[in-house]
């Protein structure tokens, strides 16, 4: 019995997304229904960009604890959130914390990307990068477009 290899030039090669990566409307399925206001898939890869600067630099702090335990320390910077985090309870208490304090804060469809682009194997749910003059020009970018968004309901 020998295995069948599948032909490179077949049907299914084209359509198969690189490393087995999931779709911006994909991953949109797995949403929490608090997960507003919710991040375009632009301003998500903006996000990644500027989240792997931030590390480079040490400017980042992650996981609901470090992150919670700065904001109470009046720590600024902006708030991205995993859409697809549950239970939900883990970290609902983080968007009034930010909206007490005027952080912007911003759901992205993924805490697997989300860890990935902080440089870790493991999912992250939340994440804080703080402002460096070495990745400001797309701090500020980004910063801008998470203002932009509609606040929630």
Same mark, same amino acid.
């Given at each position: 019995m020998t295995k069948i290899k599948p &032909? =490179? &030039?077949g049907p299914e090669a084209p359509t198969e997304a690189c490393c087995g990566e999931r779709t911006y409307?994909? #991953?949109l399925v797995n949403l929490n229904p608090i997960a507003q =206001? #919710?991040?375009s *898939? *632009? #301003?998500t890869r903006k996000l990644y960009k500027c989240i792997k600067k931030a590390v480079k630099q040490k400017q980042i702090r992650r996981g609901v604890k470090e992150v919670q335990k700065f904001i109470n320390k009046g720590e600024k910077g902006i708030m991205v959130l995993a859409g697809d985090t549950l239970p939900v309870e883990v970290y609902c208490h983080l968007p009034v914390m930010c909206e007490d304090r005027? #952080? =912007? /804060?911003? /759901?992205i469809p993924s805490k697997t990307d989300l860890g990935a682009a902080a440089g870790s194997k493991r999912p992250t749910c939340v994440i804080m990068v703080k402002p460096h003059e070495e990745y400001q020009e797309a701090y500020d970018e980004c910063l801008e477009e998470v203002q932009a968004l509609p606040p929630p309901l």
């Open positions: &032909d =490179p &030039d409307h994909e #991953l =206001p #919710l991040a *898939r *632009r #301003l005027n #952080l =912007p /804060y911003v /759901y």
